[in-house]
């Protein structure tokens, strides 16, 4: 709602927000309306599992979308591909590997960080698939930590998945920006005004 209200999906009524950071999540807003579920678990994408017969997530689950789409998925997609004795990388002598020297690796050309990059654009182009088909939003926000540095490297092979993987109708002029809003207390604070009508509005600046 944030992004709705005071972000990069001003005037937009259908769109999802998906957040990579700590872990891996979403938000949706359809024709005006904010998405919640039965549970308010909708768009817990996080949990999507692309691999059944993968790695256990914390959850219980096996190969959940987060377990590469995350900060700490990244980390742990580029351990599993320091495990090969031949790869070949600047990153081999990190004691403690974080996101950020990952991304910094990728920035200076390394070809494992960047491929491990991609890795986490795949496992988000098949998430985004299926919230396309489901949903035919408008726009995609990616927004989080991660999804925000991430964005060049991981944004093409978003669109390379989307490709293979749903028809030209589904996509339509669908757009994937960066997010525009520097706090999640702004989207908590919209609620306010969503409350009041069951409905986004156009602007909560006049309330």
């Not at 979403?26 to 017969?53: F, M």
């Not at 219980?60 to 495990?83: D, F, I, K, N, W």
């Not at 939003?137 to 991981?154: E, K, Q």
Request: with cysteine; glycine share 14%; hydrophobic share 40%.
């Amino acid at each position: 709602m944030g992004e709705y209200y005071f972000g990069a999906c001003q005037g937009c009524d259908d769109f999802v927000y998906v957040g990579v950071g700590s872990g891996l999540g979403a938000g949706i807003i359809s024709n005006g309306h904010l998405i919640v579920g039965s549970d308010w678990y909708a768009a817990d994408v996080g949990h999507l599992s692309v691999n059944p017969e993968g790695p256990l997530c914390v959850c219980g689950g096996h190969g959940c979308a987060e377990l590469a789409a995350s900060g700490p998925g990244l980390v742990r997609v580029t351990q599993q591909m320091l495990a090969d004795p031949s790869a070949k990388t600047i990153l081999t002598d990190q004691l403690e590997l974080t996101p950020a020297d990952i991304l910094s690796a990728a920035s200076n050309g390394d070809t494992l960080a960047v491929k491990a990059l991609v890795e986490v654009g795949r496992v988000l182009g098949i998430v985004m698939s299926a919230c396309t088909v489901i949903l035919n939003p408008s726009r995609f926000v990616i927004g989080g930590g991660l999804g925000l540095a991430g964005f060049d490297f991981i944004v093409p092979t978003i669109r390379e998945e989307m490709i293979r993987r749903t028809l030209p109708n589904h996509r339509g002029q669908m757009d994937i920006v960066p997010s525009r809003v520097e706090s999640p207390a702004i989207g908590a604070a919209c609620l306010v005004w969503y409350a009041r009508s069951g409905k986004m509005m156009t602007s909560p600046k006049k309330y």
